[in-house]
């Protein structure tokens, strides 16, 4: 069955980055939309950063700038660089996966904690 594993959470002082990877197993996942979004303790979820099959990507103003989506269609693995991070990017990371004709993610990980203190 399709699965998606984020691991690369942790906690990270103000200023710090960290990576976070997703390895999605079940199919090939090179043709779909990949992303990232984020819930924070008591906020709404946040689509932070996605990234198509050509490559194109899209990021929230909040992490413009800081934050950079990849992927490793070889690998079936999608990545999110996390730099200058602050207080605010404390959340769950969660990835996330659809096919290019479904219009919402519909795989989901399990969630990664990202804490940065300061």
């Known amino acids: 069955q399709v699965q998606l594993v984020e691991s690369g959470g942790g906690l990270v002082q103000v200023g710090g980055s960290l990576r976070l990877s997703c390895a999605a197993s079940g199919r090939t996942f090179s043709s779909d939309f990949m992303g990232w979004y984020r819930q924070a303790s008591g906020k709404e979820r946040e689509l932070v950063a996605t990234?198509?099959?050509?490559?194109?990507?899209y990021y929230a103003d909040s992490v413009k700038g800081r934050f950079t989506i990849s992927r490793d269609n070889v690998k079936n693995t999608v990545y999110l660089e996390m730099n200058t991070l602050k207080p605010e990017d404390t959340a769950v990371y969660y990835c996330v996966a659809r096919r290019s004709y479904v219009n919402y993610y519909n795989y989901w990980g399990q969630g990664t904690q990202v804490t940065v203190s300061s």
């Open positions: 990234i198509d099959s050509g490559g194109s990507t």
